[in-house]
């Protein structure tokens, strides 16, 4: 049974910095593209960022480019998402995804619970 664990989120003022975690089980990691998608209240669902540490391979969306970085730990089957320079629009539950294939594939069917981050002005 796929697995993804999410822990990090929290309460920051706006320039502030959180790193988000998702441990992963149940699945071959390699195997797998692992994203973060948030979620704020009244808004639809973003695809933050995807990694598919086989090929190498990192997205983000343009609202987070360059402020987020996501990385990933094969050996501890853990995907991380450091998020520097937070702004108030980055508000939102943020949920570890996972997909058996590419993130351009943009089909995630394994979520995590969510983790809330909120940003204050």
């Known amino acids: 049974e796929v697995q993804l664990v999410e822990s990090g989120g929290g309460l920051v003022q706006a320039g502030g910095s959180l790193r988000l975690s998702c441990a992963a089980s149940?699945?071959?990691?390699?195997?797998?593209?692992i994203g973060w998608i948030r979620q704020a209240p009244g808004k639809e669902r973003e695809g933050v960022s995807c990694?598919?540490?086989?090929?190498?391979?990192?997205y983000y969306a343009d609202s987070v480019k360059g402020r987020f970085t996501i990385s990933s730990d094969n050996a501890e089957s853990t995907v991380y998402l450091q998020m520097n320079s937070l702004k108030p629009e980055d508000t939102a539950v943020y949920y570890c995804?996972?997909?058996?294939?590419?993130?351009?594939?943009?089909?995630?069917?394994?979520w995590g619970q969510g983790t809330q981050v909120t940003v204050s002005s």
């Open positions: 995804v996972a997909h058996q294939g590419s993130c351009l594939d943009r089909l995630f069917e394994s």
């Open positions: 149940g699945f071959t990691f390699d195997d797998y593209a």
């Open positions: 990694i598919s540490s086989s090929a190498g391979s990192t």
